[in-house]
């Protein structure tokens, strides 16, 4: 039988790129699929691996060239990882890079585009509860999914210290979450929807311009600021997944990575839920 086409790689090779200029923060999110094509028929019809890249090495290709190229945007940051596949290994003819961006959206504070807090882009969803009796009913707001990151001024330190923990103090790492957030009404506001702007904008500012020393301390703070600020809300409850972004080890290629190249990880994730309310 005819192998008639063959190509192989690593796919879902995550990876953050982090410029700092002082308290600004860009960061700039992708996921790859790098496939090759080549001289690796033997591998599929003789078991003959000798001229086989590892996948593990075009993903430590990715994380290098990003730690090399922190400030490139996708495009060239692919033709960047496709050179450095065909002037490594002569047995490639050709790479094929996708890449699919997290888009953040740099967040504002009144008219100040702040340095290190940002949205996700087309982000989140509203939704609404009604709980209706003949009694009367209960009637809730709040968001789905929305996403948002600080890349710095947040810690994870002085936690419990036993045989089972290997995760190091932390105290300047990017703190991220997708949140789910619902708000209880207490009594109508005069406006729904400029109520719910306000409880966003609320979370967003406590999150983003405050330091965390926990996703449990940052959401605790947020629900009070919410209950202070916006006297209709009878109480708010979240659910906040920590989003992790792990700094890659480099040291093997002979590289520092100063914060500045970091693997995002969706799974496992903590978890971190709690209701605050008015006592």
């Known amino acids: ?37 080549g001289a690796f ?32 945007e996708k495009e060239d940051f692919a033709r960047a990882v496709a050179a450095v596949l ?4 002569p047995q490639i003819e050709e790479v094929v890079v996708e890449a699919t961006e997290t888009r953040w959206i740099r967040h504002a504070f009144g008219e100040a585009p702040h340095g290190h807090t940002f949205t996700l882009d087309g982000n989140g969803f509203g939704y609404v509860k009604l709980s209706a009796g003949r009694g009367g009913s209960v009637l809730a707001s709040g968001l789905r999914g929305y996403t948002v ?7 994870w330190a002085g936690f419990v210290d036993d045989a089972y923990r290997t995760l190091p103090d932390a105290t300047d790492r990017i703190a991220a979450t997708s949140m ?35 996703i449990q301390d940052s959401l605790y703070r947020m629900g009070e600021a919410v209950l202070a600020d916006v006297p209709e809300v009878a109480e708010i409850s979240f659910a906040m997944p920590n989003k992790h972004y792990v700094p890659i080890d480099l ?14 990880t969706d799974e496992p994730h903590g978890q971190i839920e709690a209701t605050i309310g008015r006592g």
Do not use: Q
């Open 1 to 37: 039988m005819a192998l008639t086409a063959s190509r192989y790689g690593k796919e879902r090779v995550r990876v953050m790129r982090l410029t700092r200029d002082g308290d600004h923060h860009t960061p700039r999110e992708l996921s790859l699929a790098v496939l090759m094509t």
């Open 149 to 155: 990151m600080k890349t710095t001024r947040s810690g």
């Open 251 to 264: 040291a093997s290629f002979g590289l520092d990575n100063p914060g500045a190249v970091f693997l995002p």
């Open 86 to 89: 065909l002037e490594t290994y």
């Open 41 to 72: 028929d033997a591998a599929f019809t003789s078991a003959d691996n000798r001229a086989c890249v590892a996948t593990d090495s075009v993903r430590n290709i990715v994380n290098v060239t990003a730690a090399r190229n922190l400030s490139l």
């Open 180 to 214: 789910d957030a619902t708000w209880t009404w207490a009594d109508r506001p005069t406006d729904f929807a400029a109520a719910n702007a306000r409880v966003l904008a609320r979370l967003i500012e406590v999150f983003g311009t405050t330091y965390s020393h926990s």
